[in-house]
């Protein structure tokens, strides 16, 4: 018996495989689909990941439905497709929803629509949830293997049950405002289609938490590789599905050298919180896998049982790694001694696909800029990683960086932002119907109806609410540049569409507390929301502003890489906004340049061995970006 197959034995029929980008889930969700298939299990291979590479590593054209994978006659495979699952619920929904809110706001039919329209596109998590509730209860599969997003985003899947109860909540609280009025003046009530459809949702989202939080149904795979960086944020990972009630099945550690040194054995060492969890490693390979074939190459790589490698005195301690003692892999570039330079905008965002170094290079450009200007360093990934990646604690304030004059950083919390603006509304919302009531006034679904309003905001709309606060923080001249290290491709790419769709939501939610003003007096209850609608306008046209902001992709020289990279760099340029420069990471040769818009330049660095922890090694790390010979491209 394989590794593998020893490793899908300790499994439930759900297999969740979620961690840090970069370190291989897709790769090991379509190995053990794969392996369960050939043991003659129904097997459905499903990515919730917006980034959309399951396809490129199997060899198969996905799309909404799955469909069979050539030579596995037992496995099927689909990408989720948001905006598919979005109009297939709303073709079936979306007259219902018009009725509901009808029935329980002051809003008139035009009104209404918009406020549908616009509750929903950009909800990929939702559609995601919804479409993993119908799985959950078609009974269709033996097997279930979900490749998830990375860390922060998949964190923001699992919690989205209960965000999602509290939304189909407030639709019944509309509902039942309507439903009082009718048994008033009826003396009776019939249940309707827009009661089926609460019931509906309602049982959906809580039959999808009970198959989740089961550990005889689900449970995570958690991917990590022998790297501090990563190992720090996989124990952060186990420690949030502990509080979500998903277990976690099994732990991999991909890419193990086959001789692990003390920068591996010093990061596998992270793991120890985690050794009642079952274990297995997979040796480096030369080249990710791609195809079926070299998949199965790497479940022959796997390991089982293996126990936890002791660190010898004086290898565990500070996370911050010297310079000077990092080993940097010798380049066969003939230009290796000749510097890149690159020239920054005010507001810099470095994106790419997770795990190629996007954080890493956040850092070293701030660093750099830092030596002749005021700079604020800003991670919106809901996965914290700038403080493992400077060696030194960041919280979501302030944070002078050690060693570096000038430079601010900030490990931003996006949800806790927005989550303060929703809780100031409601305490708004309760003054005011705190003092019609003592006036003798009651109108508790009124009072339910508006409190909750916040609730059809668009998924994503905090990590706006975020960068919107950066562009204000810009206009007060505090910082010269402002360098943000976002989610990866997939929610970096809804955050560059969510400034219209946040003003069209903004405004149609004002256009109703203007209605209700007109009731019960809610006026004031806008003016939190009419600001974030003029941040979110000034940070739609910074973004235009291709002298003033843009983007640097970072990428690194393998297939699946380069495919997503070329989908990013379109998706950018269709945005409108200005791409600054491509950086290939963890180069070994001079990779084929890639078609850049405009004049932007394309720079190599190669790779960093043990990889840049701490600022005395980012600055030695980023000395070492060369220009790319692009004579071929």
């Not at 289609?193 to 958690?222: H, K, N, P, W, Y």
């Not at 070994?588 to 840049?612: C, R």
Request: proline share 6%; glycine share 8%.
């Amino acid at each position: 018996m394989t590794a593998l197959d020893i490793l899908l034995d300790t499994l439930p029929p759900w297999i969740l495989v979620g961690g840090k980008g970069g370190v291989g889930k897709t790769t090991c969700a379509a190995a053990l689909a794969a392996r369960s298939a050939e043991r003659g299990a129904t097997t459905l291979l499903l990515s919730t990941d917006p980034a959309q590479t399951l396809g490129d590593a199997i060899g198969v054209a996905l799309g909404a439905s799955p469909v069979k994978v050539p030579g596995i006659p037992s496995l099927s495979a689909m990408q989720l497709d948001a905006i598919a699952a979005r109009n297939a619920f709303l073709a079936r929904w979306r007259d219902t929803l018009v009725t509901i809110l009808d029935r329980g706001t002051y809003l008139d039919d035009a009104d209404i629509i918009g406020l549908v329209d616009a509750a929903l596109p950009g909800a990929d998590e939702a559609m995601a949830m919804l479409t993993l509730a119908g799985l959950a209860e078609s009974g269709e599969w033996d097997r279930v293997l979900i490749d998830t997003a990375p860390t922060g985003h998949t964190i923001r899947l699992l919690e989205l049950p209960r965000a999602f109860a509290a939304l189909v909540e407030l639709l019944d609280t509309m509902q039942a405002k309507h439903r009082v009025m009718v048994s008033a003046l009826t003396h009776r009530y019939r249940a309707d289609a827009a009661d089926a459809f609460i019931d509906e949702m309602r049982g959906q989202v809580g039959r999808l938490r009970a198959q989740l939080t089961d550990s005889a149904r689900c449970a995570m795979v958690l991917v990590t590789r022998p790297e501090e960086v990563v190992t720090v944020e996989t124990v952060r990972y186990a420690m949030t599905l502990e509080k979500l009630g998903i277990a976690v099945g099994a732990l991999v550690v991909n890419a193990m050298p086959a001789e692990p040194g003390a920068e591996a054995r010093r990061a596998i060492a992270q793991l120890d919180s985690l050794r009642a969890v079952p274990r297995f490693e997979v040796n480096r390979l030369e080249q990710p896998p791609v195809g079926l074939d070299q998949l199965a190459g790497w479940g022959g790589a796997m390991r089982a049982g293996v126990v936890v490698r002791d660190v010898t005195p004086g290898e565990q301690g500070s996370a911050e790694v010297p310079g000077s003692t990092g080993h940097q892999r010798t380049t066969p570039f003939a230009k290796q001694a000749s510097r890149a330079d690159l020239r920054i905008r005010r507001l810099t965002i470095v994106g790419g696909k997770g795990g190629v170094g996007k954080t890493s290079v956040a850092c070293a450009l701030a660093i750099e800029a830092a030596a002749f200007a005021r700079v604020l360093l800003v991670s919106t990934d809901p996965a914290p990683s700038i403080a493992d990646a400077l060696g030194q604690p960041i919280v979501d304030a302030e944070v002078p960086v050690e060693g570096v004059p000038g430079l601010i950083a900030r490990q931003m919390d996006a949800a806790a932002a927005f989550e303060r603006l929703r809780t100031d509304y409601r305490d708004r919302v309760d003054s005011v119907f705190d003092r019609l009531i003592g006036r003798g006034f009651d109108a508790a679904h009124d009072r339910a109806i508006v409190r909750d309003l916040m609730t059809l905001a668009p998924p994503g709309i905090d990590e706006l609410y975020a960068l919107a606060s950066l562009g204000e923080t810009l206009a007060e001249a505090r910082f010269d540049y402002v360098v943000v290290d976002p989610a990866p491709t997939g929610h970096l790419l809804r955050l560059l569409e969510m400034p219209a769709l946040a003003l069209d939501w903004s405004h149609r939610l004002l256009r109703l507390m203007l209605k209700y003003r007109e009731v019960v007096g809610l006026g004031e209850t806008a003016e939190e929301l009419l600001a974030f609608a003029k941040r979110t306008r000034s940070v739609g046209q910074l973004l235009a502003d291709h002298e003033s902001a843009g983007l640097v992709v970072v990428a690194l020289d393998e297939p699946l890489v380069r495919g997503e990279t070329v989908r990013l760099l379109s998706a950018i340029a269709a945005h409108g906004v200005g791409i600054i420069a491509l950086l290939w990471n963890r180069a070994a040769s001079d990779p084929l340049p890639l078609s850049m818009p405009g004049d932007a330049p394309q720079l190599v660095s190669v790779e960093v061995m043990p990889p840049p922890v701490g600022i005395a090694a980012l600055r030695q790390w980023r000395s070492g970006w060369t220009p790319l010979n692009r004579t071929d491209g």
